[in-house]
């Protein structure tokens, strides 16, 4: 005896897009965190680390890799990062999708070169964006967002997500090592502080900021090792 088995035509539209959003989702983790730091580099203190050390609740998060260059190379792509220069070797494309007008520049420019601290970097043209705190050509570049203390630059926007939250502060600094051979290890790491600080609301900002954020982030470091190492 053959049994039938009646299928409901939305229900498997839906069970069929949930599916494929759950493998989407695991494919951007699997992208963005694909390039975590060793543990001891995990451990290592950095450059940008004392912009929110002294916060009693943050969320950390990292990538890291291996440029077949040495620093020198990659620094003058770093340091034209922003949405009004160079903007972000990622998927920009993606970024104007969600209304970001972003346009990468593969190419050293001259005149986008000297990044101070104090200097603003946009991400979005309503003025979000972060303060560089710390600077030193061919090593590092630090900055800094706080709601608390939002900056002065004209056109600045301190971003705080719509999670009721009474305060947001993050960090995104570029830390480039000398790892020997003409190689470089090339970090990003990102710290963030709110509160309240509760697991609802890490959760909030983990999914909704830090997934979107990291796949972008290691984009932008794969596509920056890529010109660094004349492959772009």
Not at 96 to 115: K, M
Not at 140 to 151: C, M
Request: hydrophobic letters at 40%.
């Amino acid at each position: 005896m053959r049994t039938f088995i009646y299928r409901h035509p939305i229900l498997t539209l839906v069970l069929g897009l949930a599916s494929g959003g759950l493998l989407l989702l695991a494919g951007l983790i699997y992208y963005g965190f694909s390039n975590p730091p060793t543990r001891a580099e995990k451990q290592k203190q950095l450059p940008g680390d004392e912009l929110l050390g002294k916060e009693p609740h943050r969320l950390r998060g990292g990538l890291a890799v291996t440029v077949d260059a040495p620093p020198g190379k990659i620094w003058p792509y770093l340091a034209q990062i922003g949405q009004r220069r160079a903007g972000f070797y990622s998927f920009d494309w993606l970024e104007r999708l969600f209304g970001f007008q972003i346009y990468n520049t593969y190419h050293p420019v001259p005149e986008w070169q000297d990044v101070q601290p104090g200097d603003y970097i946009f991400y979005h043209q309503n003025g979000i964006g972060s303060q560089v705190q710390g600077v030193q050509a061919g090593a590092y570049l630090t900055s800094l967002s706080d709601s608390r203390r939002p900056s002065g630059c004209q056109g600045a926007y301190a971003f705080v997500p719509p999670f009721g939250l009474d305060f947001f502060a993050w960090s995104w600094n570029f830390i480039l090592e000398d790892a020997g051979g003409e190689c470089t290890r090339f970090h990003t790491r990102c710290d963030a502080a709110f509160e309240p600080f509760d697991p609802l609301r890490k959760g909030l900002v983990a999914f909704f900021l830090g997934i979107p954020s990291f796949v972008m982030c290691k984009s932008m470091l794969k596509t920056i090792k890529a010109c660094a190492e004349g492959r772009k």
